[in-house]
């Protein structure tokens, strides 16, 4: 069967782990990666949901305004991922001390991970949020200062990688691991069909 992908796609975001994800799902797109530069502070009492579906879809709105004439016909995908402890977003590690904290808190509890995918393509749009719980095992102090030290949860939600040294304190999910990652591959499987594209 003749598969049906976009001639390009472009990801307004810099996340190599989103762009892995992508070419893993569609090995042949051309991948044109336009980060949107955005505010992405924490707005008091906004759930993690609202926040993901606020900011992903102020990526692709973004991105859309200044898109370069010859990737106008190309579907824009933005995507935004959270970790919410109890039902309070955490944001991503401000400095080694903040990246410590969370770890604490995560230490010995289960955790919600949610990803809002943005796909638009003209006056098409589709959106979607995916949850997943992760479970974490007790933590020591001495293991969290080691991960901090290596420098992998500077730039991740809830300041931990589970595609990385991370997987390690994982001791349970349900639901999408990639979306863990940061792109929940199936949701973007299920919106490229709306679009009219197969990929698979």
């Known amino acids: 069967m003749n598969k049906k992908i976009p001639a390009g796609l472009v990801l307004a975001s810099a996340s190599p782990r989103r762009r892995e994800l992508l070419l893993q799902l569609m090995p042949e797109v051309k991948l044109h990666i336009l980060p949107a530069n955005l505010d992405e502070s924490l707005i008091t ?3 993690g949901t609202a926040r993901v579906l606020r900011l992903a879809e102020a990526k692709a709105t973004a991105v859309k ?27 991503k590690p401000e400095s080694f001390d903040h990246a410590v904290a969370l770890l604490q808190q995560l230490s010995g509890c289960s955790h919600q991970v949610t990803t809002a995918v ?6 098409k749009v589709q959106q979607a ?37 991370g997987a390690a304190f994982v001791t349970g999910i349900q639901g999408s691991y990639s979306n863990v990652v940061g792109l929940p591959l199936e949701t973007v499987y299920l919106q490229l069909r709306q679009l009219g594209y197969t990929v698979i």
């Open 65 to 91: 305004a200044n898109l370069p004439k010859a990737f106008t016909n190309y579907p824009i995908l933005a995507a935004d991922t959270e970790v919410v402890l109890k039902g309070v977003p955490l944001g």
């Open 45 to 47: 009492s906004e759930t």
């Open 129 to 165: 949020a995916i949850t997943t719980e992760v479970s974490f095992k007790e933590l020591t102090k001495g293991e969290i200062v080691a991960y901090v030290a290596t420098g992998e949860p500077m730039d991740k939600a809830g300041g931990y990688g589970i595609q990385g040294l």
């Open 118 to 123: 943005q796909l638009l393509q003209g006056e």
